[in-house]
Nanobody
Framework: QVQLVESGGGSVQAGGSLKLSCAAS??????MAWFRQALGREREGVAA???????TYIDSVKGRFTISRDDAENTLYLQMSSLKPEDTAEYYC??????????????????????WGQGTQVIVSS
């Protein structure tokens, strides 16, 4: 499996910004994604990006979050702006485990991903 390490979480006031990073141990992903899990809620897909740079977002973050990847550095990013208290959660990165050239949208379902990071916490205060 691919080893993933997230960083960049923290506490911020509503309206602020954070940038999350996820370092992968090797290139192994047609799809890379960010998920989040708030206390007492199920894990949900937030954004995904294919090796062909096709991006997918859930409606609640469109226009506020930007996902990107640097395959030369095996790193995934999530730029989060205009943060809201409802964005408070543990954020996880995930990859599907096999590198291939993908020019169609990636799934945001948990079952589509093989390897997961340990998470980084994001707290947004009002």
């Amino acid at each position: 499996q691919v080893q993933l390490v997230e960083s960049g979480g923290g506490s911020v006031q509503a309206g602020g910004s954070l940038k999350l990073s996820c370092a992968a141990s090797r290139r192994a992903s047609g799809c890379m994604a960010w998920f989040r899990q708030a206390l007492g809620r199920e894990r949900e897909g937030v954004a995904a990006i294919s090796s062909g740079d096709i991006t997918t977002y859930i409606d609640s973050v469109k226009g506020r979050f930007t996902i990107s990847r640097d395959d030369a550095e095996n790193t995934l990013y999530l730029q989060m702006s205009s943060l809201k208290p409802e964005d408070t959660a543990e954020y996880y990165c995930a990859v599907d485990g096999v590198y291939y050239w993908r020019t169609w949208a990636c799934d945001l379902g948990v079952g589509a991903y093989e390897s997961w990071g340990q998470g980084t916490q994001v707290i947004v205060s009002s």
